[in-house]
């Protein structure tokens, strides 16, 4: 539900997840992920609407990578996404959503006693495949609009068997058009169909453990709307809206032999702002060839 | 650390990089229509002539006549202005360029915004009912007023049909009185906004500041504050433009606050207060229709919601006995069970189930729902686009918002009227797997309340505009289908709400012709 959601759920996962491709390896999975919420923070109000029931979101996100170097690697993202409400009378809304190109790099690594500090900086850039609204939400597919990111992590891979990470990352998000001539949000009616999207930032430590074919990553999200409204007292959520969350995601990687690898995960959102307390589950197949 | 130099230039490239996407583009946007200063394109002398809406003719409150131009009084008024004018900070300076667009377009803005912050209908309570609106408790959870479309025509209406009586009162004491504007009388005062041959006394800027605040506190009175200082800022801009001294301002408040008063007091008895009607009222409308054999509309909204202003039919109208109301009512819906209304039915269903991009776009520029400035706002909006191109001077553009909101107000009364004689289901109702891809209104479906409101619209600006008439009808048949796109609607509520807004439109119509206006 927010301008980042579209990259900060999936994609920045393979953004910010610090794992660099080997040279000319090429990555390729295919992710499912089932997010739901049934209650809602209107503003900072906590609620359920009989209108909504249970919102879903499905998604399937094809993403690639490429290492280029052993120290540089590019991904590409691109989910199709469908809506639905189980209650009320509100039609949910499907297709494909915003194509995220991102590349990322290893900018030093110091080896200590107990491990390896890395750092890295990534960039992303994202842009609407399709024609779809930002204005029917939560039910349309995403927030419409461009948008480009730049990523900072940190990491530590410990000569044992578990791993840190810190990342932050700021997203700037391009304004969006509306196919209405006026809107009112953040107490102003603005007449244009032109809405100033906030930028946003998000942070994220992440701990886990790695041993033979297993990784297992627990992930504590934060991002922060810069900017934006509340959703007023019975109102629908607005694209520009200040939408903030504190989530806690965990995952489980297992790699097969021949290049494949299966992950599961899962999500769940602690406190929001002008967001759904989603809970998220999803799982994927990725198949690595080395040329 | 192993930073060699050309690390740290690719780690200064990466960071400013960064650094350029955060800062690097100006994304604001300004929430208003642009207003430049209004030069208006006529005088319109004779206004103090023209018939009056509401009341009994130009001289029902009188203005005392105004001291000479040479009486130390009013060389005083002028000096003070001359002091003001020295000294004007920025914030005047902008109060003045804010106003100099237009005093009854500002206000009409205004009154846009007002609407849309306050059209949400209550949130329910853990019980499963819903608090209604409390006009003695306007800043509560939930707010008074719930500015739906029927009460935001009703604003709309009162707003600009007050501003009309007004001013033609104003202009016949203006010319009257002939007491020219202080940039005119002492050319050493700077005129900071346009000044035209237009008598000053008592001040066109102050009769509207005092008028629509006066009506506007009475429809939104949680927003008393804002609008008090908005009417505030107008009078003081008139003042520190050159454009009126404080007599005129005093002159034109006192008048703008007595014809006020008139319409507040018709606001307060004209039906409004017992809309919502009861339970067991409107229990009673779906029971008789039951017992024609039809379906009766029922609340999709869970838990369900009491039917909106069930009884707004029976409101007074501007132009239209209670008996023409009923007598311009149209004709029965199909029967819920004949094979039309199966037919229609599936049409809404196919409709949405195939809907274009473009379709969608089209039922989302018109939705015009929960948290807007309503159908009759987007038609103010469309409206004031034209008026300022036009450079109507303020009696001008209040007659046009007057007619056009007139004619909104009587189509909204005519269709719940119609809406709640019928108590027709919607679509979705009719069939549970039609979901729609903008909210539903929880209120019977037949006839449409857009295609009536844009109907009526349509024809009103048709008649002030006539070189656009073509426009205006494409808009009015696109509003109607929109709602055919939104699943909201059948074809034959959009049918028969276009030619109801057409009947409707001819009240106001024979009214605007006969007014005496050129």
Redesign the interface.
């Known amino acids: 539900m927010v301008c980042a959601a579209g990259v900060s759920t999936l994609a920045s996962q393979a953004v910010d997840d610090g794992d660099l491709l080997p040279r000319r390896m090429l990555s390729t999975s295919v992710v499912y992920a089932r997010d739901s919420w049934d209650q809602y923070w209107e503003g900072t109000l906590k609620?359920q609407n009989?209108?909504i029931?249970t919102l879903t979101t499905q998604s399937v996100t094809w993403v690639s990578g490429y290492g280029v170097t052993d120290r540089l690697s590019v991904t590409a993202v691109l989910p199709y996404v469908w809506t639905e409400a189980s209650?009320?009378?509100?039609?949910?809304l499907r297709g494909v959503q915003d194509l995220t190109v991102g590349a990322k790099?290893r900018?030093?690594?110091?080896d200590t006693r107990h491990g390896a500090i890395s750092a890295f900086?990534g960039?992303a850039a994202s842009l609407p495949m399709s024609?779809y609204?930002p204005?029917?939400l939560p039910l349309s597919i995403g927030t419409g609009g461009g948008r480009?990111?730049?990523r900072l992590t940190l990491a530590f891979q410990s000569n044992a068997w578990w791993f840190a990470r810190a990342s932050a990352a700021?997203t700037?998000c391009?304004?969006v058009t509306?196919?209405?001539?006026?809107?009112?949000t953040d107490?102003?009616?603005?007449?244009?169909n032109?809405?100033?999207?906030p930028?946003v930032v998000d942070y994220s430590l992440s701990a886990g453990v790695t041993r033979g074919r297993w990784r297992i990553p627990v992930t504590l999200v934060q991002q922060r709307t810069l900017g934006g409204g509340d959703i007023?007292?019975?109102?629908?959520p607005f694209v520009s809206d200040r939408m903030d969350f504190t989530r806690i995601d965990a995952a489980v990687m297992y790699a097969l032999p021949k290049g494949l690898s299966v992950r599961v995960g899962a999500g769940h959102v602690l406190a929001g702002r002008n967001v759904g307390q989603s809970t998220t589950v999803s799982s994927g197949l990725s198949y690595a060839i080395q040329f | 650390?192993?930073?060699s130099s050309s690390?740290d230039i690719?780690?200064a490239a990466?960071?400013s990089?960064?650094a350029l996407?955060?800062g690097?583009?100006d994304?604001?946007?300004?929430?208003?229509?642009v207003l430049p200063p209004l030069e208006a394109a006529g005088l319109d002398a004779t206004a103090g002539n023209w018939r009056m809406i509401v009341l009994t003719g130009p001289t029902q409150v009188t203005v005392a006549a105004p001291s000479a131009t040479t009486s130390a009084g009013y060389v005083a008024e002028l000096d003070a202005i001359k002091s003001a004018q020295r000294n004007l900070t920025q914030a005047q300076r902008n109060a003045i360029a804010y106003w100099s667009g237009g005093g009854v377009l500002r206000w009409n803005?205004f009154a846009?915004?007002l609407v849309?912050?306050y059209n949400?209908?209550?949130?329910?309570r853990s019980d499963g009912t819903y608090p209604a609106p409390d006009a003695e408790n306007p800043f509560a959870?939930?707010?008074f007023p719930f500015a739906n479309p029927p009460y935001a025509a009703r604003a709309y209406s009162y707003l600009s049909a007050a501003q009309y009586d007004a001013l033609k009162a104003a202009w016949h004491w203006k010319f009257q009185y002939n007491r020219p504007s202080p940039a005119k009388v002492d050319n050493t005062i700077a005129a900071l906004m346009p000044v035209s041959e237009l008598p000053a006394y008592p001040s066109e800027d102050a009769v509207l500041s005092g008028v629509s605040a006066d009506v506007l506190r009475a429809l939104f009175p949680a927003a008393v504050e804002e609008i008090t200082l908005k009417a505030a800022e107008q009078r003081n801009a008139a003042l520190w433009s050159g454009r009126a001294t404080a007599s005129d301002v005093a002159a034109g408040l006192a008048l703008g606050k007595a014809i006020a008063a008139i319409f507040v007091a018709r606001a307060g008895t004209d039906g409004m207060r017992t809309a919502g009607g009861t339970t067991a009222q409107w229990q009673a409308i779906a029971s008789a229709v039951t017992a024609q054999g039809e379906i009766a509309w029922v609340s999709?909204?869970?838990?369900p919601r009491p039917p909106m202003l069930p009884f707004f039919g029976q409101v007074r109208a501007w132009t239209m006995a209670p008996s023409d109301i009923v007598a311009e009512r149209p004709a029965s819906p199909p029967s819920t069970s004949s094979q039309q209304m199966r037919d229609e039915v599936s049409e809404v269903r196919r409709t949405?189930e195939g809907l274009s991009?473009q379709q969608?776009?089209?039922a989302?520029?018109w939705?015009?729902g929960?948290?807007?400035?309503t159908p009759p706002?987007?038609w103010n909006?469309i409206a004031a686009e034209l008026i300022r191109d036009a450079r109507m001077g303020e009696v001008r553009a209040a007659r046009t918002f007057a007619y056009l909101n007139m004619a909104m107000h009587d189509a909204a009364v005519g269709c719940w009227e119609a809406k709640f004689a019928y108590y027709n289901p919607r679509p979705?109702q009719m069939d549970a797997s039609?979901?729609?891809?903008?909210?539903?209104p929880n209120f019977p479906s037949y006839p449409s309340g857009h295609s009536t409101f844009s109907a009526a619209a349509a024809a009103v600006l048709s008649y002030v505009f006539p070189d656009r008439a073509a426009d205006f009808d494409a808009m009015r048949d696109e509003a109607g289908i929109s709602r055919l796109y939104g699943?909201i609607h059948y074809t034959s509520d959009i049918v028969a709400g276009k030619a109801h807004g057409d009947r409707i439109a001819t009240y106001t119509l024979s009214l605007a012709r006969s007014d005496g206006a050129p």
């Open positions: 609620r009989g209108n029931g209650q009320g009378t509100l039609h949910g790099y900018l030093l690594t110091e900086v960039a024609d609204t204005d029917f480009a990111a730049g700021y700037w391009s304004n509306l196919d209405r001539a006026a809107y009112y107490g102003q009616l603005y007449m244009t032109e809405v100033a999207m930028n007023r007292r019975q109102d629908m | 650390m192993r930073f690390r690719r780690w990466a960071a990089a960064v996407m955060v690097g583009c994304k604001a946007v300004g929430p208003f229509e803005q846009r915004e849309a912050r949400l209908p209550p949130a329910p959870d939930p707010n999709r909204e869970i838990p949405v991009r969608l776009a089209i989302f520029k939705n015009d929960a948290g807007t400035y706002g987007h909006d979705s039609i979901k729609t891809p903008i909210g539903l699943g």
